[in-house]
């Protein structure tokens, strides 16, 4: 029969692709237009961290399915376990900060006050 971190390891690799798809589906839409994505993102805030979060959660189960793999496999083959495992770890870090990074920073510009003008100086008119 098979182990718990088999299954553990095989549910991983199969949850992290539905858990990006759920993301992707409640993340707002990110579009080229600076302004309307402002407005999109304020106005769907919580929707932009609840997809966050589960893409977050999908990169943890892809990494810790990844790491299982190159387990399973490393009595055979160690050295392609270790540059597979590598890979797909980093790999998916990468895919992630890609999306990530740009929408924080969206967010950061979006709920960042404006700053006020100081009023200009009264003229003294003698």
């Known amino acids: ?34 302004s309307t994505q402002v407005t999109a993102l304020t106005s769907h805030r919580q929707a932009m961290i609840t997809g966050m979060t589960l893409s977050i959660i999908a990169l943890v189960l892809l990494i810790a399915g990844t790491l299982w793999l190159a387990l399973a496999l490393a009595p055979q083959a160690p050295r392609l376990a270790v540059a597979g495992a590598v890979l797909g770890v980093f790999g998916a870090l990468a895919v992630l900060l890609a999306g990530f990074l740009p929408a924080v920073r969206t967010l950061r510009t979006a709920t960042r006050p404006h700053p006020v003008a100081e009023p200009a100086p009264a003229i003294a008119v003698s």
Do not use: N, R
């Open 1 to 34: 029969m098979f182990t718990k971190s088999t299954i553990a390891g095989a549910a991983a690799l199969l949850a992290a692709p539905v858990v990006v798809i759920a993301a992707v589906l409640i993340q707002p839409t990110l579009s080229g237009d600076a």
